[in-house]
């Protein structure tokens, strides 16, 4: 018995001296950092102790500001992307031509560079001194008038990012939700059918709760993704994003860290440990309700 | 609720690419099922019997052919509109949901005139929740239930509407032994209580035969024979349905009808009247066999197997299409278990002869 314990911890030293290293210390460091006042990663020295640096995050205009747009962000996007996965993986699994083909477009997202996906948003909404863009050529078309989704106004600037993340989030949950609905078996619906149940209700009553520990496990993954967007955000509206109004937690964290002339590591701290409490916080308020409503079996 | 099936066709399109042939899954099924019976389609895997059931409740629809409930025509209705109810072969019970609310799922879905108030719901499903007792489970998800106890369930889902028919699909094959013996009572039991027609599927011939008032035998898509348990049992029309029925199964031997007479090997064993002269299939029921010290049968003995009321003696013969040959006699009779031999005399009207290439059935006077 003890022999085997101690052969158990042998098999365990590689993956807990690397945790340990690279995930465990940094994250007491941050946890450090966040209480010393005007840390100097260069000279490693601080000037004292206390919660200071979190008094000044909280008062800081531009870390409001990414709170805001971080909680507008999460959201609109997570509940949006997963109805509209899961409608589209319905839609996916009932249909049987071309099956194979759609399942592929809708994939597409997925494997496509960041990069190239910024392109084709440039495409649709930049305002060139060519083109007010492809979106915009649509709202004349119906008889609006242009908008600067890029350097316009809040909303418009908005809109774009939570189109953007929704854009590229989706196709994961459809895989994840496609794969769900397939495992469910055909007998549950056979008898649902013969017991006279609408589509809707076998919908709601019976596919839902038998596909809901994928969803649940989409929700919690969506809410820590959206909650630690940043580079769609820059892949959008450049690097400086509190110009743009558009800045992010991670941004803001980002910011502070290599921002003008070393940064504030200490500053960086506080808020990640911020957005560390926040996304805590979320996911075991998701974990109490999914409580009542995930259906293991 | 009389059930009429008219000509009833299902085919299939074929699997494979290369042949474009169809697969007859049910074939030309024509039957009238009277009103408050317990019907058992009996065949081995794959001889079309689920596809049946299926046609039946409208999961699939016919090829050819026509359904009848009652007067009625349903063939093109669909399952919600024909009020059956069906018990799945593993059930399937909505896992997420308490035996409560599962029994009570059919009726959430009544509308307009039929919709019903919450006491009303709760009352039906008390009542069919007693009538296959398991009030006490109510509270329990389908993952807490024995298999017994989730047939139950079943059961009671597809009763609580009160259907017109009640469907069956293999309704005990996942059951152990004892609990088949006891559940096949208990859906007969309910049968008799609420006297809807019901119609169960099995390939278990015991099942079939110990609680159906009628039997449907069918092979490949197609009936064999369709009759009361015992009529069938005694008057097989073909080779198939007397290999079918019956535990220990039939003896079938290589025979020869001369003159009258049929020969097992060298044994003249029976006269058999007017059959005219020509190869067949024998087919003796393990019962048809007694103990003769001067019997016409002379059978190598292997072994005796005691089982209290009466004796099994394995045997062989030359002729015989199996290895054994098992004959049941009263356990009075002394076998002398020394000697190689033994041998036996036929009961006429457990002997069935069967002609060689369409192992149809010939039927010969009894003397």
């Known amino acids: ?297 | 609720m009389k059930i009429v099936l008219d000509h009833l066709t299902k085919k299939f399109p074929s699997r494979s690419r290369k042949e474009r042939s169809e697969v007859t899954a049910v074939g030309d099924f024509c039957f009238e099922i009277p009103d408050g019976k317990l019907v058992g389609l009996l065949g081995p895997s794959g001889c079309g019997k689920s596809t049946t059931l299926n046609l039946i409740c409208g999961l699939l629809k016919p090829t050819e052919g026509k359904i009848f409930f009652g007067q009625d025509d349903v063939t093109n209705l669909p399952p919600e509109n024909r009020g059956v109810g069906l018990v799945f072969q593993n059930y399937a019970l909505y896992p997420h949901l308490t035996v409560q609310k599962n029994i009570q799922f059919p009726l959430e879905n009544l509308k307009g005139a039929a919709k019903l108030s919450k006491e009303e719901m709760q009352e039906k499903v008390y009542a069919a929740a007693k009538l296959v007792q398991i009030e006490g489970l109510m509270d329990r998800k389908p993952s807490e239930l024995s298999g017994g106890q989730q047939q139950r369930v079943a059961i009671a889902r597809a009763l609580v509407k009160m259907p017109k028919v009640l469907l069956l699909d293999e309704p005990l094959s996942n059951l152990d032994a004892r609990l088949r013996l006891q559940t096949r009572e208990e859906i007969r039991r309910i049968q008799k209580e609420t006297k809807i027609t019901t119609i169960f599927v099995t390939h278990d011939q015991d099942e079939a035969m110990s609680i159906s008032d009628l039997i449907v035998v069918m092979k490949d898509g197609y009936v064999q024979q369709i009759g009361k348990p015992q009529e069938v049992y005694d008057n097989p029309v073909n080779l198939f349905v007397a290999k079918f029925l019956g535990t220990p199964p039939i003896n079938v031997f290589d025979g020869n009808v001369k003159d009258g007479m049929l020969y097992i090997g060298d044994d003249a064993v029976l006269k058999v009247g007017s059959v005219p002269n020509q190869e067949v299939h024998v087919g003796i029921r393990p019962e048809g066999f007694i103990l003769r010290e001067d019997g016409p049968l002379h059978c190598n003995l292997s072994r005796l197997e005691v089982m209290g009321r009466d004796v099994s003696v394995v045997s062989g013969h030359p002729c015989c299409q199996s290895d054994t040959i098992r004959s049941i006699i009263s356990a009075e009779n002394n076998v002398d278990t020394d000697s190689d031999t033994v041998r036996f005399a036929l009961k006429p009207g457990k002997v069935f002869l069967f002609h060689k290439e369409t192992e149809e059935r010939i039927h010969f006077e009894v003397e």
């Open chain 1, 1 to 297: 018995m003890e022999k085997q314990n101690f052969k158990g911890w042998l098999y365990l030293i590689p993956a807990v001296l690397f945790l340990g290293v690279f995930m465990i210390y940094p994250l007491v460091d941050v946890f450090v950092y966040s209480f010393e006042e005007g840390y100097n990663s260069a000279s490693q020295t601080y000037l004292g102790v206390g919660g200071y640096n979190y008094s000044y995050v909280l008062h800081d205009p531009y870390f409001l500001q990414a709170v805001k747009n971080t909680f507008i962000l999460v959201i609109i996007t997570v509940p949006v992307s997963t109805i509209l996965a899961l409608l589209i993986s319905v839609g996916l699994s009932s249909i049987k031509p071309l099956r194979d083909l759609f399942q592929t477009v809708y994939f597409l997202p997925y494997v496509t560079n960041t990069l190239a996906v910024g392109l084709v948003f440039m495409i649709l909404f930049k305002k060139t001194a060519y083109s007010d863009g492809m979106v915009n050529l649509l709202i004349n078309l119906f008889g609006g008038s242009s908008v600067d989704f890029i350097d316009g106004p809040y909303w418009a600037k908005m809109f774009v990012l939570c189109f953007y993340t929704v854009w590229v989030v989706m196709p994961f949950k459809i895989l994840i939700l496609t794969s769900a609905l397939a495992s469910v078996n055909q007998v549950y619906y056979n008898a649902a059918k013969v017991d006279g149940t609408g589509s809707f209700r076998i919908f709601r009553k019976i596919t839902i709760p038998m596909i809901s520990p994928m969803i649940f496990y989409l929700i919690i993954t969506g809410f820590i993704g959206a909650f630690k967007a940043y580079s769609d955000a820059v892949a959008l509206f450049g690097t400086n994003l509190n110009a743009a109004e558009m800045n992010t937690i991670v941004g803001y964290v980002y910011d502070m860290l290599y921002g003008n002339s070393g940064g504030y590591p200490s500053y960086a701290s506080s808020a990640a440990i911020i957005l560390f409490a926040i996304v805590l916080t979320i996911t075991c308020i998701n974990l109490l309700v999914s409580r009542k409503h995930v259906h293991y079996t």
